[in-house]
């Protein structure tokens, strides 16, 4: 494997398009293009600007010397973590739907705050093996995730409170409140997005 698989090994794994890299460097797509197919090498700042972005060292993408072990031991760690974590928040709003459903009661937003909370703490754990630029990475793409479910649960209580009276986990719908109601969509729909671009644009800025 050569210089120009290696790049293109890296964009691939971050999931970038080459105008994607391209912009987080400063050059055109058009050298990323020939850095990939062979055509031409990085000049030296743009190896440095690619080992910083990509969180690997010069050595790696020069000769191709091994990821420390380590490391990728840490990030796996750390995936395992935030997909248990996802799972959690994304039960909670499935969970706390179904109690409530059940029982108009509650005890259904307790369960869903219950696991908000655990699968919060266990993103906070796997954290601490999420080291680097790729660590940061995958924080990032937890949050592009997580902000949704977080958020759901939360403000479905405050609409419902200030528009009907009462608690549920998901907004209901009252035909004399038709305004709280799209005042509700447009919020979370409005933070939900705000949220990912931010994550979006930190993860492609270069280091």
């Known amino acids: 494997m050569n210089l120009s698989d290696r790049i293109q090994n890296l964009?691939?794994?971050r999931g970038l398009s080459q105008e994607e890299l391209a912009e987080a460097l400063d050059v055109s797509r058009q050298a990323v293009s020939k850095w990939e197919s062979g055509q031409s090498s990085p000049d030296l700042d743009k190896i440095v600007q690619l080992s910083e972005y990509?969180?690997?060292?010069t050595d790696h993408l020069l000769k191709g010397a091994e990821l420390p072990h380590a490391d990728n031991e840490g990030l796996n760690t750390a995936f395992i973590f935030n997909s248990v974590a996802?799972?959690?928040d994304l039960l909670s709003i499935v969970l706390s739907a179904l109690i409530w459903y059940e029982?108009?009661?509650?005890?259904a937003l307790i369960a869903g705050f219950i696991f908000i909370i655990f699968g919060l703490m266990l993103h906070v754990i796997g954290s601490q093996w999420a080291k680097g630029k790729d660590g940061l990475s995958l924080k990032l793409r937890f949050w592009k995730i997580n902000i949704w479910p977080v958020l759901f649960l939360p403000m479905s209580m405050a609409y419902n409170i200030l528009a009907l009276g009462w608690p549920a986990p998901y907004p209901l719908i009252a035909t004399n409140r038709l305004v709280y109601y799209?005042?509700?969509w447009l919020l979370y729909l409005g933070l939900g997005t705000a949220v990912t671009l931010g994550c979006v644009k930190k993860e492609r800025a270069p280091a």
Request: glycine letters at 16%; a positive charge.
């Open 11 to 13: 964009r691939k794994a």
């Open 54 to 57: 990509f969180g690997v060292s």
């Open 86 to 88: 996802t799972a959690f």
């Open 103 to 107: 029982t108009q009661e509650a005890g």
């Open 182 to 184: 799209g005042l509700f």
